[in-house]
Protein backbone atom coordinates (compact mmCIF):
# COMPACT_ATOMS: atom_id res chain seq x y z
CA UNK A 1 0.00 0.00 0.00
CA UNK A 2 1.46 3.15 -0.95
CA UNK A 3 1.06 6.10 1.53
CA UNK A 4 0.25 9.32 -0.19
CA UNK A 5 1.24 12.83 1.91
CA UNK A 6 -1.53 15.31 2.22
CA UNK A 7 -0.63 17.56 -0.48
CA UNK A 8 -0.33 14.82 -3.26
CA UNK A 9 -4.25 14.00 -2.40
CA UNK A 10 -5.19 17.62 -2.69
CA UNK A 11 -3.49 18.23 -5.68
CA UNK A 12 -5.35 14.77 -6.99
CA UNK A 13 -8.74 16.08 -5.62
CA UNK A 14 -8.47 19.64 -7.73
CA UNK A 15 -7.37 17.35 -10.70
CA UNK A 16 -10.52 15.44 -9.83
CA UNK A 17 -12.47 19.20 -10.21
CA UNK A 18 -10.92 20.19 -13.01
CA UNK A 19 -11.70 17.21 -15.53
CA UNK A 20 -15.24 16.65 -13.81
CA UNK A 21 -16.81 19.09 -16.49
CA UNK A 22 -20.10 18.94 -16.55
CA UNK A 23 -21.02 15.70 -14.64
CA UNK A 24 -19.00 16.84 -11.39
CA UNK A 25 -19.40 15.15 -7.88
CA UNK A 26 -15.84 15.12 -6.23
CA UNK A 27 -16.86 16.01 -2.65
CA UNK A 28 -15.01 19.22 -1.55
CA UNK A 29 -11.09 18.54 0.11
CA UNK A 30 -10.44 19.71 2.98
CA UNK A 31 -9.59 22.86 3.48
CA UNK A 32 -5.68 23.31 3.90
CA UNK A 33 -4.79 25.92 6.91
CA UNK A 34 -4.97 29.39 5.72
CA UNK A 35 -7.74 28.60 2.96
CA UNK A 36 -11.46 28.35 3.16
CA UNK A 37 -13.37 26.44 1.38
CA UNK A 38 -16.33 28.24 -0.89
CA UNK A 39 -19.83 27.13 -0.87
CA UNK A 40 -21.91 27.53 -3.69
CA UNK A 41 -25.66 28.15 -2.61
CA UNK A 42 -27.59 29.35 -5.12
CA UNK A 43 -27.39 31.28 -9.44
CA UNK A 44 -29.93 33.37 -10.95
CA UNK A 45 -31.07 33.82 -13.77
CA UNK A 46 -31.13 29.02 -13.38
CA UNK A 47 -31.20 29.10 -17.05
CA UNK A 48 -30.36 30.35 -20.31
CA UNK A 49 -29.75 29.36 -24.16
CA UNK A 50 -27.18 27.08 -25.24
CA UNK A 51 -25.63 29.90 -27.10
CA UNK A 52 -23.86 31.31 -23.84
CA UNK A 53 -24.10 34.78 -22.76
CA UNK A 54 -26.91 35.07 -20.23
CA UNK A 55 -25.52 37.50 -16.93
CA UNK A 56 -25.67 35.79 -14.43
CA UNK A 57 -25.37 35.80 -10.78
CA UNK A 58 -23.69 33.23 -8.25
CA UNK A 59 -24.57 33.39 -4.44
CA UNK A 60 -22.50 31.17 -1.73
CA UNK A 61 -20.49 32.07 0.89
CA UNK A 62 -16.24 32.57 1.12
CA UNK A 63 -15.93 34.08 -2.16
CA UNK A 64 -12.33 35.02 -2.72
CA UNK A 65 -10.86 37.72 -5.26
CA UNK A 66 -8.99 34.92 -6.78
CA UNK A 67 -12.07 33.07 -7.79
CA UNK A 68 -12.60 31.31 -11.21
CA UNK A 69 -16.39 30.45 -12.41
CA UNK A 70 -16.85 27.25 -14.49
CA UNK A 71 -20.75 26.12 -15.88
CA UNK A 72 -20.64 22.58 -17.66
CA UNK A 73 -16.80 22.57 -17.34
CA UNK A 74 -16.39 25.42 -19.64
CA UNK A 75 -15.30 29.14 -17.96
CA UNK A 76 -17.36 31.53 -17.96
CA UNK A 77 -16.78 34.77 -19.02
CA UNK A 78 -16.68 38.36 -17.60
CA UNK A 79 -16.18 36.78 -13.58
CA UNK A 80 -16.66 39.60 -11.07
CA UNK A 81 -16.03 38.57 -7.67
CA UNK A 82 -18.67 41.53 -6.06
CA UNK A 83 -17.87 40.32 -2.16
CA UNK A 84 -17.48 37.51 -0.62
CA UNK A 85 -21.41 36.01 -1.04
CA UNK A 86 -21.31 37.48 -4.82
CA UNK A 87 -20.36 36.84 -8.15
CA UNK A 88 -21.36 38.15 -11.18
CA UNK A 89 -20.58 36.69 -14.93
CA UNK A 90 -21.61 35.65 -18.66
CA UNK A 91 -22.09 32.43 -19.09
CA UNK A 92 -20.74 30.02 -21.65
CA UNK A 93 -21.83 27.96 -24.91
CA UNK A 94 -23.01 25.03 -23.85
CA UNK A 95 -25.01 21.98 -25.09
CA UNK A 96 -29.08 22.20 -24.08
CA UNK A 97 -29.44 20.37 -20.04
CA UNK A 98 -28.24 20.39 -16.47
CA UNK A 99 -24.60 21.52 -15.97
CA UNK A 100 -22.85 22.43 -12.66
CA UNK A 101 -21.68 25.89 -11.35
CA UNK A 102 -18.21 25.08 -9.63
CA UNK A 103 -16.52 28.22 -8.33
CA UNK A 104 -12.38 27.35 -7.58
CA UNK A 105 -9.97 29.32 -5.18
CA UNK A 106 -6.84 28.21 -4.26
CA UNK A 107 -7.14 24.46 -4.82
CA UNK A 108 -10.27 24.71 -3.14
CA UNK A 109 -14.17 24.59 -4.71
CA UNK A 110 -17.37 24.45 -4.46
CA UNK A 111 -20.05 23.01 -6.39
CA UNK A 112 -23.64 23.31 -7.34
CA UNK A 113 -24.59 19.78 -9.07
CA UNK A 114 -27.05 20.84 -12.33
CA UNK A 115 -27.39 24.43 -11.08
CA UNK A 116 -27.86 25.78 -14.28
CA UNK A 117 -29.73 24.77 -17.43
CA UNK A 118 -29.14 25.35 -21.20
CA UNK A 119 -32.11 25.13 -23.32
CA UNK A 120 -32.46 25.42 -27.51
CA UNK A 121 -33.86 29.10 -28.21
CA UNK A 122 -36.44 28.68 -30.73
CA UNK A 123 -35.51 29.74 -34.22
CA UNK A 124 -35.64 33.62 -35.52
CA UNK A 125 -38.46 34.41 -37.50
CA UNK A 126 -38.58 37.88 -39.89
CA UNK A 127 -42.43 39.68 -40.22
CA UNK A 128 -41.33 43.17 -41.80
CA UNK A 129 -38.17 45.15 -43.27
CA UNK A 130 -38.69 48.89 -43.94
CA UNK A 131 -38.06 49.92 -46.21
CA UNK A 132 -38.99 47.17 -49.00
CA UNK A 133 -37.34 48.57 -51.47
CA UNK A 134 -33.64 50.26 -52.68
CA UNK A 135 -31.27 50.58 -55.16
CA UNK A 136 -29.62 47.78 -56.44
CA UNK A 137 -25.72 49.68 -55.52
CA UNK A 138 -26.59 48.56 -51.68
CA UNK A 139 -26.45 51.46 -48.74
CA UNK A 140 -30.26 51.29 -47.78
CA UNK A 141 -30.65 51.27 -44.35
CA UNK A 142 -33.28 49.25 -43.24
CA UNK A 143 -34.28 48.28 -40.18
CA UNK A 144 -36.25 44.30 -39.30
CA UNK A 145 -39.06 43.29 -37.17
CA UNK A 146 -39.55 39.87 -35.51
CA UNK A 147 -38.88 37.57 -33.12
CA UNK A 148 -35.63 35.88 -30.70
CA UNK A 149 -32.40 38.30 -32.15
CA UNK A 150 -29.55 37.81 -30.12
CA UNK A 151 -26.15 39.18 -30.79
CA UNK A 152 -24.06 37.87 -33.50
CA UNK A 153 -26.98 37.22 -36.09
CA UNK A 154 -26.08 37.17 -39.54
CA UNK A 155 -28.39 39.18 -41.77
CA UNK A 156 -28.54 38.08 -45.66
CA UNK A 157 -30.46 40.06 -48.26
CA UNK A 158 -30.71 38.47 -51.35
CA UNK A 159 -28.00 36.32 -50.22
CA UNK A 160 -25.89 39.50 -49.73
CA UNK A 161 -24.63 39.76 -45.80
CA UNK A 162 -25.79 42.96 -44.56
CA UNK A 163 -23.56 45.73 -42.74
CA UNK A 164 -24.05 47.55 -39.72
CA UNK A 165 -25.63 44.95 -38.29
CA UNK A 166 -27.25 45.84 -34.98
CA UNK A 167 -29.90 44.23 -33.03
CA UNK A 168 -31.68 46.95 -30.99
CA UNK A 169 -33.67 44.36 -29.49
CA UNK A 170 -34.81 41.04 -29.53
CA UNK A 171 -37.91 42.20 -31.89
CA UNK A 172 -35.75 44.73 -33.85
CA UNK A 173 -32.13 45.07 -36.26
CA UNK A 174 -31.18 47.73 -37.83
CA UNK A 175 -29.11 46.97 -40.92
CA UNK A 176 -27.55 48.02 -44.38
CA UNK A 177 -28.19 46.79 -47.57
CA UNK A 178 -25.50 45.79 -49.22
CA UNK A 179 -25.22 45.64 -53.59
CA UNK A 180 -27.38 43.10 -55.12
CA UNK A 181 -29.09 42.74 -59.01
CA UNK A 182 -32.26 44.58 -59.36
CA UNK A 183 -35.35 41.98 -58.23
CA UNK A 184 -37.33 40.45 -55.61
CA UNK A 185 -35.26 38.80 -52.84
CA UNK A 186 -35.70 36.83 -49.54
CA UNK A 187 -34.32 38.55 -46.20
CA UNK A 188 -32.78 35.97 -44.17
CA UNK A 189 -31.40 36.33 -40.26
CA UNK A 190 -29.45 33.32 -39.31
CA UNK A 191 -28.54 33.02 -35.52
CA UNK A 192 -25.95 30.67 -34.35
CA UNK A 193 -27.30 27.84 -37.26
CA UNK A 194 -30.96 28.87 -37.02
CA UNK A 195 -33.08 30.87 -39.32
CA UNK A 196 -35.84 32.88 -40.33
CA UNK A 197 -36.88 34.04 -43.88
CA UNK A 198 -39.16 36.70 -44.91
CA UNK A 199 -39.94 35.27 -48.08
CA UNK A 200 -39.90 37.92 -51.44
CA UNK A 201 -39.36 40.46 -48.88
CA UNK A 202 -37.19 43.18 -50.44
CA UNK A 203 -36.78 44.69 -54.09
CA UNK A 204 -33.47 46.25 -55.10
CA UNK A 205 -34.37 48.54 -58.00
CA UNK A 206 -32.09 50.31 -60.31
CA UNK A 207 -30.48 53.45 -59.09
CA UNK A 208 -31.95 56.71 -59.61
CA UNK A 209 -35.72 54.83 -59.93
CA UNK A 210 -37.93 55.98 -57.68
CA UNK A 211 -39.13 54.19 -55.02
CA UNK A 212 -43.21 53.05 -54.21
CA UNK A 213 -44.58 55.13 -50.91
CA UNK A 214 -44.48 52.51 -47.60
CA UNK A 215 -47.32 52.87 -45.48
CA UNK A 216 -45.65 51.17 -42.02
CA UNK A 217 -49.47 51.09 -40.47
CA UNK A 218 -52.81 51.97 -39.89
CA UNK A 219 -54.22 52.62 -36.34
CA UNK A 220 -58.30 52.19 -36.09
CA UNK A 221 -59.45 53.03 -32.41
CA UNK A 222 -62.42 53.87 -31.43
CA UNK A 223 -63.33 56.80 -29.11
CA UNK A 224 -64.98 54.98 -26.53
CA UNK A 225 -62.81 54.83 -23.63
CA UNK A 226 -60.55 51.62 -23.08
CA UNK A 227 -61.68 49.77 -26.26
CA UNK A 228 -60.01 47.33 -28.13
CA UNK A 229 -58.05 48.31 -31.73
CA UNK A 230 -60.11 48.19 -34.78
CA UNK A 231 -63.11 47.92 -32.93
CA UNK A 232 -66.39 50.13 -34.02
CA UNK A 233 -70.38 50.06 -32.70
CA UNK A 234 -72.95 51.12 -35.28
CA UNK A 235 -73.21 54.88 -35.73
CA UNK A 236 -69.57 55.84 -34.47
CA UNK A 237 -67.42 58.01 -35.47
CA UNK A 238 -63.63 56.58 -35.46
CA UNK A 239 -60.22 57.85 -36.25
CA UNK A 240 -58.40 56.71 -38.69
CA UNK A 241 -54.70 57.42 -38.87
CA UNK A 242 -51.75 55.75 -41.33
CA UNK A 243 -48.09 55.82 -40.99
CA UNK A 244 -46.56 57.03 -44.42
CA UNK A 245 -42.93 57.77 -45.80
CA UNK A 246 -41.30 57.82 -49.10
CA UNK A 247 -37.98 58.27 -49.95
CA UNK A 248 -38.12 61.12 -52.23
CA UNK A 249 -41.50 62.70 -51.54
CA UNK A 250 -42.61 64.49 -48.35
CA UNK A 251 -45.57 62.89 -46.85
CA UNK A 252 -47.31 66.55 -47.39
CA UNK A 253 -46.92 66.04 -51.42
CA UNK A 254 -48.45 62.65 -51.49
CA UNK A 255 -52.18 62.02 -52.51
CA UNK A 256 -54.08 59.41 -49.79
CA UNK A 257 -57.47 57.82 -50.96
CA UNK A 258 -59.02 56.13 -48.17
CA UNK A 259 -61.99 53.60 -49.02
CA UNK A 260 -64.17 50.86 -47.18
CA UNK A 261 -66.82 48.70 -48.11
CA UNK A 262 -68.68 50.16 -45.75
CA UNK A 263 -69.23 53.28 -44.09
CA UNK A 264 -67.93 56.60 -45.21
CA UNK A 265 -64.54 58.54 -44.53
CA UNK A 266 -64.00 61.82 -44.08
CA UNK A 267 -61.42 64.36 -44.22
CA UNK A 268 -58.12 63.67 -45.88
CA UNK A 269 -54.42 63.20 -45.75
CA UNK A 270 -52.78 60.12 -43.40
CA UNK A 271 -55.64 61.07 -40.23
CA UNK A 272 -59.03 61.02 -41.26
CA UNK A 273 -62.45 59.80 -39.68
CA UNK A 274 -64.55 56.81 -40.39
CA UNK A 275 -68.17 56.83 -40.07
CA UNK A 276 -69.58 53.94 -39.59
CA UNK A 277 -73.26 52.94 -40.55
CA UNK A 278 -76.54 53.58 -38.76
CA UNK A 279 -78.05 50.40 -39.46
CA UNK A 280 -76.45 46.95 -40.63
CA UNK A 281 -75.92 43.04 -39.43
CA UNK A 282 -73.16 42.99 -36.80
CA UNK A 283 -71.06 41.41 -35.88
CA UNK A 284 -69.32 41.80 -39.35
CA UNK A 285 -66.53 42.70 -40.44
CA UNK A 286 -65.72 45.98 -42.88
CA UNK A 287 -62.10 46.78 -44.92
CA UNK A 288 -60.60 50.14 -44.61
CA UNK A 289 -58.09 50.37 -47.38
CA UNK A 290 -55.78 53.15 -47.79
CA UNK A 291 -54.21 54.02 -51.30
CA UNK A 292 -50.94 56.38 -51.49
CA UNK A 293 -49.80 58.24 -54.60
CA UNK A 294 -46.66 59.59 -55.56
CA UNK A 295 -46.55 61.58 -58.78
CA UNK A 296 -43.64 60.82 -61.02
CA UNK A 297 -43.01 62.76 -63.83
CA UNK A 298 -46.10 62.62 -66.05
CA UNK A 299 -46.83 59.39 -64.03
CA UNK A 300 -47.87 57.91 -61.04
CA UNK A 301 -47.00 55.34 -58.57
CA UNK A 302 -49.16 54.09 -55.43
CA UNK A 303 -48.63 51.68 -52.27
CA UNK A 304 -51.99 50.02 -50.66
CA UNK A 305 -52.51 48.92 -47.58
CA UNK A 306 -55.86 47.24 -45.85
CA UNK A 307 -57.15 46.57 -42.43
CA UNK A 308 -60.14 45.02 -40.88
CA UNK A 309 -62.15 46.34 -37.87
CA UNK A 310 -64.97 44.61 -36.33
CA UNK A 311 -68.55 46.41 -36.70
CA UNK A 312 -70.95 45.82 -33.52
CA UNK A 313 -74.42 46.86 -32.52
CA UNK A 314 -73.22 46.47 -29.30
CA UNK A 315 -75.93 46.61 -26.72
CA UNK A 316 -78.28 44.89 -29.25
CA UNK A 317 -75.98 41.73 -29.26
CA UNK A 318 -75.09 42.26 -25.25
CA UNK A 319 -79.29 42.35 -24.88
CA UNK A 320 -79.62 39.04 -27.08
CA UNK A 321 -76.92 36.92 -25.51
CA UNK A 322 -78.08 38.05 -22.15
CA UNK A 323 -81.98 36.94 -22.57
CA UNK A 324 -81.16 33.96 -24.52
CA UNK A 325 -78.94 32.42 -21.99
CA UNK A 326 -81.88 32.99 -19.35
CA UNK A 327 -84.29 31.88 -21.77
CA UNK A 328 -82.20 28.77 -22.15
CA UNK A 329 -82.12 28.33 -18.68
CA UNK A 330 -85.41 28.54 -18.25
CA UNK A 331 -85.83 25.25 -20.42
CA UNK A 332 -85.27 22.50 -17.63
CA UNK A 333 -84.73 19.98 -21.06
CA UNK A 334 -81.79 21.80 -22.29
CA UNK A 335 -78.21 20.48 -21.20
CA UNK A 336 -76.32 22.38 -19.19
CA UNK A 337 -73.33 22.43 -21.31
CA UNK A 338 -75.53 23.89 -24.08
CA UNK A 339 -77.08 26.91 -21.30
CA UNK A 340 -73.50 28.15 -20.96
CA UNK A 341 -72.40 28.28 -24.40
CA UNK A 342 -71.78 31.85 -24.80
CA UNK A 343 -70.15 32.49 -21.68
CA UNK A 344 -66.49 33.29 -22.08
CA UNK A 345 -64.31 30.32 -21.02
CA UNK A 346 -61.37 32.88 -19.45
CA UNK A 347 -64.55 34.36 -16.75
CA UNK A 348 -64.53 32.13 -13.62
CA UNK A 349 -68.14 32.82 -13.71
CA UNK A 350 -68.34 29.85 -16.77
CA UNK A 351 -67.63 27.28 -14.32
CA UNK A 352 -69.45 28.72 -11.79
CA UNK A 353 -72.67 29.07 -14.20
CA UNK A 354 -72.08 25.38 -15.09
CA UNK A 355 -72.31 24.10 -11.68
CA UNK A 356 -75.48 26.58 -11.01
CA UNK A 357 -77.16 25.14 -14.30
CA UNK A 358 -76.41 21.44 -13.50
CA UNK A 359 -77.43 21.94 -9.50
CA UNK A 360 -81.03 23.37 -11.11
CA UNK A 361 -81.41 20.33 -13.61
CA UNK A 362 -80.91 17.97 -10.89
CA UNK A 363 -83.26 19.06 -7.90
CA UNK A 364 -85.85 21.43 -9.49
CA UNK A 365 -88.24 20.97 -13.13
CA UNK A 366 -88.85 24.80 -14.67
CA UNK A 367 -92.47 24.44 -15.11
CA UNK A 368 -92.76 27.88 -16.54
CA UNK A 369 -91.00 31.50 -16.63
CA UNK A 370 -91.41 35.22 -17.52
CA UNK A 371 -88.33 36.50 -18.72
CA UNK A 372 -87.99 40.25 -19.48
CA UNK A 373 -86.30 42.40 -22.21
CA UNK A 374 -83.23 43.40 -20.37
CA UNK A 375 -82.68 47.27 -19.38
CA UNK A 376 -80.66 48.94 -18.94
CA UNK A 377 -77.57 48.04 -20.97
CA UNK A 378 -74.34 49.69 -20.94
CA UNK A 379 -71.24 49.26 -22.32
CA UNK A 380 -67.57 50.52 -20.87
CA UNK A 381 -65.02 48.68 -21.48
CA UNK A 382 -62.88 47.51 -18.28
CA UNK A 383 -65.62 49.87 -15.91
CA UNK A 384 -67.02 46.24 -14.46
CA UNK A 385 -70.08 46.14 -13.26
CA UNK A 386 -72.10 46.68 -9.70
CA UNK A 387 -74.07 43.66 -8.59
CA UNK A 388 -76.07 44.87 -5.40
CA UNK A 389 -75.02 42.91 -2.40
CA UNK A 390 -72.23 41.60 -4.44
CA UNK A 391 -69.96 43.74 -5.35
CA UNK A 392 -68.71 44.68 -9.10
CA UNK A 393 -67.37 42.30 -11.44
CA UNK A 394 -65.09 42.75 -14.05
CA UNK A 395 -66.27 43.45 -17.45
CA UNK A 396 -67.04 45.47 -20.69
CA UNK A 397 -70.66 45.50 -20.45
CA UNK A 398 -73.34 44.98 -18.39
CA UNK A 399 -77.37 44.30 -18.60
CA UNK A 400 -80.17 43.84 -16.08
CA UNK A 401 -83.38 40.97 -16.54
CA UNK A 402 -86.33 40.74 -14.77
CA UNK A 403 -86.90 36.60 -14.37
CA UNK A 404 -89.65 34.59 -12.67
CA UNK A 405 -89.94 30.96 -12.62
CA UNK A 406 -92.04 28.74 -10.81
CA UNK A 407 -90.76 25.13 -10.86
CA UNK A 408 -91.19 22.26 -8.99
CA UNK A 409 -88.73 20.11 -6.69
CA UNK A 410 -88.06 16.82 -8.52
CA UNK A 411 -87.98 14.63 -5.24
CA UNK A 412 -90.67 16.41 -3.48
CA UNK A 413 -93.10 17.88 -5.34
CA UNK A 414 -92.57 21.25 -3.11
CA UNK A 415 -93.72 24.16 -5.51
CA UNK A 416 -91.68 27.10 -5.38
CA UNK A 417 -91.58 30.87 -7.20
CA UNK A 418 -88.36 32.92 -7.76
CA UNK A 419 -88.46 36.56 -8.94
CA UNK A 420 -86.13 39.58 -9.57
CA UNK A 421 -83.61 40.98 -11.59
CA UNK A 422 -80.63 39.22 -12.89
CA UNK A 423 -77.58 40.98 -13.29
CA UNK A 424 -75.52 40.09 -16.36
CA UNK A 425 -71.18 41.09 -17.00
CA UNK A 426 -70.30 41.16 -20.52
CA UNK A 427 -66.92 40.80 -22.12
CA UNK A 428 -65.19 41.83 -25.25
CA UNK A 429 -62.91 39.19 -26.77
CA UNK A 430 -61.76 38.04 -29.88
CA UNK A 431 -63.96 40.53 -31.91
CA UNK A 432 -67.24 39.22 -29.90
CA UNK A 433 -69.25 39.54 -27.06
CA UNK A 434 -69.07 37.10 -24.28
CA UNK A 435 -71.36 36.53 -21.26
CA UNK A 436 -68.94 36.34 -18.18
CA UNK A 437 -70.77 36.35 -14.66
CA UNK A 438 -74.50 35.81 -14.09
CA UNK A 439 -75.73 37.09 -10.70
CA UNK A 440 -79.35 36.47 -8.87
CA UNK A 441 -78.99 38.76 -5.46
CA UNK A 442 -82.67 38.57 -4.79
CA UNK A 443 -82.74 35.50 -3.11
CA UNK A 444 -84.99 32.54 -3.82
CA UNK A 445 -85.75 28.89 -2.51
CA UNK A 446 -84.24 26.25 -1.73
CA UNK A 447 -84.65 22.70 -2.29
CA UNK A 448 -86.31 20.82 1.22
CA UNK A 449 -84.45 17.62 0.56
CA UNK A 450 -80.71 18.73 -0.90
CA UNK A 451 -80.13 22.36 0.63
CA UNK A 452 -79.40 23.19 -2.80
CA UNK A 453 -80.55 26.67 -4.36
CA UNK A 454 -82.85 27.59 -7.21
CA UNK A 455 -80.36 29.90 -8.66
CA UNK A 456 -77.85 31.64 -7.20
Known amino acids: MTIRAPSAVLALAVAACAACGSDATTRNPTSPSGNVTPTVTAIAPATGTTFGGTSITVNGLNFSTTATLTIGGTAATGVVVANSTSITATTPPHAAGAADVVVTQNGLFGLLAGGFTYYTPPPPTVTRIFPAAGTSA ?27 VVVVSPTSITA ?26 FTYVSPGQNLLPVINSITVQSSQTSAPSNFADLAESVP ?4 VSDAETPVS ?27 ASTPRSVALTLRVIEAVGS ?28 LDFSNSSLAPSYVVRDFYDGCPGKAE ?27 AFKAGCVVPGRGSRDGDGCAVVQCEWHDKDR ?6 TSMG ?6 VYRGDRWWLCNSDFPSGTHTSPVTGASFIR
Not at 353 to 377: A, Q, W
Request: hydrophobic share 40%; aromatic share 6%; charged share 10%.
Open 138 to 164: GGTAVTLTGTNFTPGVLVMIGGVPATS
Open 421 to 426: PDYLTV
Open 240 to 243: VSAS
Open 253 to 279: QLTFAWSADAGTFSGTGPSVTWQAPAT
Open 353 to 379: ELSDVTTNRRDFLITSSTIGIPSPVSV
Open 176 to 201: VTGAHAVGVVDVVVNVVGQSGTLARG
Open 299 to 326: TTQSATMTVTLSLHDSKTEISTLSRQFL
Open 411 to 416: ITGTLG
